[in-house]
């Protein structure tokens, strides 16, 4: 069963999300982002593997593992955690050096091309890790996985427009929260809320119809929209 999807950011006017580029700077968001996202009240929250990264504390790669290679199977460190963070790894690069964030135990989507040496590291950190397809993240599978093993049942995806746009492209989002700051960016380029790798990542998302849930008027002059997403 699939959780209920919630796409939550902040971005300016036109749609960025590097808040370091924002003009005026005196609009940025502060910690609107935090105050929205604990209002959603998700059972887990999900990033890409850049925004992950952030939140590593160690340099680099897992060290050479030591003994036997580790069971490659979905491995669960935690199973009654308030929330999990969520965040997806295909290959493999972020060494965490921790077992949560913020109080949030981690969970990361893996696919089957991670290495030995890292699911060591995972495991010595206390990380619990989930295999989400070979050579590319399945995000259906994956969120099936959580609901299943972990009843997590409200997802608050976060990305990185990728990861974000990855989502959208799959059909899995529900819904999308958005507060808009009144700055701009006005850069071709710079991330967006809903991004891809490539300037046209194959066909557009599959949406039906968006149906306005509420609209708020925040201080500062932001607006935080929460529109449902009714799947083609």
């Known amino acids: 069963m699939k959780p209920h999807v919630i796409c939550h950011m902040v971005s300016s006017v036109d749609g960025r999300i590097l808040h370091s580029r924002w003009s005026p700077k005196a609009n940025g968001p502060g910690d609107l982002f935090e105050r929205l996202h604990d209002k959603l009240e998700g059972d887990a929250w999900l990033v890409g593997r850049v925004t992950g ?45 921790r077992a949560d964030i913020g109080g949030d135990p981690i969970v990361v ?16 950190d206390g990380v619990s890790y989930i295999f989400a397809g070979e050579r590319e993240v399945d995000f259906a599978a994956a969120l099936d996985t959580l609901n299943r093993e972990l009843g997590i049942r409200r997802l608050l995806v976060e990305g990185g427009g990728t990861i974000n746009g990855a989502f959208l492209r799959a ?3 529900d819904e999308v929260s958005l507060a808009i700051c009144p700055a701009l960016d006005g850069a071709k380029g710079a991330p967006s809320v ?15 119809a968006m149906r306005l849930q509420s609209c708020e008027m925040l201080d500062g002059g932001a607006v935080w929209l929460r529109y449902v997403v009714e799947t083609a």
């Open 194 to 208: 809903f991004d891809s790798r490539q300037a046209i990542d194959g066909p557009s998302a599959p949406i039906g």
């Open 53 to 97: 990264s952030e939140f590593a504390k160690r340099d680099g790669a897992y060290p050479p593992r030591e003994g036997s290679a580790p069971e490659r199977v979905d491995t669960f460190v935690r199973r009654d955690a308030p929330a999990y963070g969520v965040v997806v790894d295909a290959e493999g690069k972020v060494a965490f050096g």
């Open 171 to 173: 059909g899995l989002v």
């Open 109 to 124: 989507l893996l696919t089957e091309q991670v290495s030995d040496d890292h699911l060591a590291g995972l495991a010595a």
